[in-house]
Nanobody, 125 residues
Framework: QVQLVESGGGLVQAGGSLRLSCAASGRTFSSYDYAMAWFRQAPGKERELVAAISTTGGITFYADSVKGRFAISRDNAKNTVYLQMNSLTPEDTAVYSC????????????????WGQGTQVTVSS
């Protein structure tokens, strides 16, 4: 199975930036076999897709609320996916989770097979 561990969350003021990292590992894990994504969930809100990236990194998808502010990327040699978050607002406050899918590209939570524990991002006004 695949294990995902997120890092980089924390407290930041509105307008600031954070970069989240997700390190993947597993007995038979290959970075080229998994699409990756970041999801987030705030109190009282449903889990939502923030950004997704294909196995090679050639295709990306973003939620409308973060387009132009967030960027997802991956380094398959390091088995790591990143989420660069800029121009943060209090509405971005949530637990951010990394996920991996056996598909080449996936956009829905149901298509993801492995999940990290999550990292808290808090944006103050």
């Amino acid at each position: 199975q695949v294990q995902l561990v997120e890092s980089g969350g924390g407290l930041v003021q509105a307008g600031g930036s954070l970069r989240l990292s997700c390190a993947a590992s597993g007995r038979t894990f290959s970075s080229y076999d998994y699409a990756m994504a970041w999801f987030r969930q705030a109190p009282g809100k449903e889990r939502e897709l923030v950004a997704a990236i294909s196995t090679t990194g050639g295709i990306t998808f973003y939620a409308d609320s973060v387009k132009g502010r967030f960027a997802i990327s991956r380094d398959n040699a390091k088995n790591t996916v990143y989420l660069q978050m800029n121009s943060l607002t209090p509405e971005d406050t949530a637990v951010y989770s990394c996920a991996a899918s056996v598909r080449r590209l996936a956009r829905s939570a149901g298509e993801y097979d492995y999940w990290g524990q999550g990292t808290q991002v808090t944006v103050s006004s």
